[in-house]
């Protein structure tokens, strides 16, 4: 059996207990990348094998003296390329990016480092973040391992699609309005957001500041629970880094869901959505209740003015996030220019793609006189309005369920042309990002082509536990953890 097609927690078991070495895995994960990225094109980095050899030796050394001892020792884990990494490319996929090394690293990532986990590379993403299928990278597009013809999803697709694929044990993501779920959906991974603040995202490279969190991508809701659980951390360099005493996930890992109260919004199973997405994720609420769950359908109400309000406040915090980006301090810088402003002009023009340019210009316009009060500001109420909705829901049900996409992974090319179609596929998954609460994507069946079909479970802030035991007892009573 392949080391990579364990589960993250399982390998780092058979390391602890001495049957393989972190050694051994990072060999497997590089046969594993080399076997595979060529039709799948998952990373955007790979680290040079003797870097990832070494800091595998030294982390074995350190399990054998019990100075780590944590469930994700010696275990191999890939990168969003959104995540500053000391001394390693990070590009955000983006060609105004080429070439960047940080001199820091990213304080999520610095907690997998203390938690003995080795770091095989960066993955592919949509550029900057802007996407939903990992099309818009400027180094190439990602590839679904169930089906090559199709995308992972974004913009987390190339975390996604690493581990579906086997390249790596977990994979970290950020997901602004889904960019972990959705993909996770598409490439048949659970992926999990945490409750906004959780995590730090210094050394994230932001695109919507008040929406960006990074999560963990794994095989199961074990591998979640424990990833998250390694990253979880008060940051005093994050502003918005919340300090928590509940952040031992795993502890949710029982198979106990009597008594526990479900919503399911009536407003996510209308149309749009996927005659097999539906049957498969209602079938998933079934297997919920005879675990014992209570369910009840109700109205969220608000879901139609989620996705205007989500692209309206993330294109304006992006614009002002992506400023910095003007070929003075760092990044790519055109060659042809006369004076200042024509080098801003020419690099910015050169160096960012169509997607980023659409979400800039979007953005300057909302937050320029005389329509800020008329967009921006009307997001934002609806923003507050989408929070209380969730609130009153939260009231009664401990977990709400709903589909991850509307879809399955479609077709490479079939979004690119439409740019709202590819902002509906988020139409499920966006507002937990406005609301700030945590949520978990399990596989929940394929269609008829044999691709992925996605769960989700929405908890309240600060309730990831509920998600994780709902998640869990379904993936036990399934069977379908991988």
């Known amino acids: 059996m392949s080391l990579m097609s364990l589960t993250a927690v399982e390998l780092g078991r058979r390391i602890k207990e001495g049957e393989v070495t972190a050694v051994d895995a990072a060999r497997e ?3 594993q990348i080399g076997e595979k990225e060529d039709s799948i094109h998952s990373f955007v980095t790979v680290r040079e094998e003797g870097e990832i050899l070494a800091d595998a030796a030294r982390v074995q050394k350190q399990i054998e003296e019990g100075l780590v001892s944590g469930p994700l020792a010696g275990v191999p884990a890939a990168l969003k390329d959104n995540l500053c990494t000391e001394g390693v490319l990070t590009t955000c996929s983006s060609r105004m990016l080429a070439g960047f090394k940080p001199a ?39 590839r679904n391992p169930h089906n090559t013809e199709h995308v992972p999803g974004g913009s987390s697709g190339g975390s996604c699609a690493a581990v579906a694929a086997g390249e790596c044990s977990f994979a970290l993501g950020s997901d602004t309005g889904g960019s972990i779920r959705q993909p996770s959906s598409y490439c048949g991974v659970t ?29 199961d809701v074990t591998d979640c629970a ?35 109260r479900i919503g399911i919004p009536r407003d996510y199973f209308g149309q749009g959505l996927d005659s097999e997405v539906a049957a498969a994720v209602l079938a998933a609420a079934g297997e919920l209740e ?9 109205d969220l109400s608000l879901v139609e003015y989620a996705i205007p309000a989500y692209y309206v406040i993330a294109c304006a915090e992006a614009s002002s996030n992506l400023s910095r980006f003007d070929g003075v301090k760092y990044g790519y810088r055109t060659e042809d220019c006369q004076g200042l402003h024509d080098m801003y002009k020419k690099t910015r023009s050169e160096g960012f793609g169509p997607e980023v340019k659409r979400r800039i210009m979007l953005g300057s316009f909302v937050l320029s006189s005389g329509y800020y009060d008329a967009y921006y500001l009307k997001a934002l109420r609806t923003k507050a309005l989408i929070k209380k909705a969730f609130d009153r829901a939260f009231e009664k049900y401990d977990v709400i369920l709903s589909p991850a996409a509307p879809s399955t992974a479609p077709r490479l090319g079939e979004s690119l042309g439409d740019p709202i179609r590819m902002y509906l596929g988020d139409i499920y998954t966006i507002s937990v990002n406005l609301a700030g609460l945590p949520a978990i994507t399990v596989p929940c069946g394929r269609d008829h082509a044999g691709l992925p079909i996605g769960l989700q479970l929405i908890g309240d802030c600060f309730r990831e536990k509920n998600i994780i035991r709902a998640a869990y007892t379904y993936e036990q009573r399934r069977g379908c953890s991988k």
Do not use: C, W
């Open 226 to 260: 424990a990833i998250l659980e390694a990253i979880s951390s008060h940051d005093s360099k994050d502003s918005t880094s919340i300090r928590r005493e509940d952040t031992d996930f795993t502890t949710a890992l029982t198979e106990d869901v009597k008594g526990m």
């Open 191 to 219: 992926g999990m957001k945490p409750t906004y603040g959780t995590v730090s995202r210094y050394g994230l490279i932001a695109y919507g500041s008040s929406l960006d969190q990074i999560g963990p991508i794994g095989r």
């Open 29 to 31: 994960a590089l046969a």
């Open 290 to 298: 005879r675990a014992g769950a209570e369910l009840e359908e109700f």
């Open 104 to 142: 820091y690293t990213a304080e999520a990532v610095r907690n997998l480092q203390r938690a003995g986990v080795v770091v095989i590379g960066k993955t592919n993403m949509d550029e900057f973040a802007m996407g939903s299928t990992t099309e818009t990278s400027a180094f190439g597009v990602t």
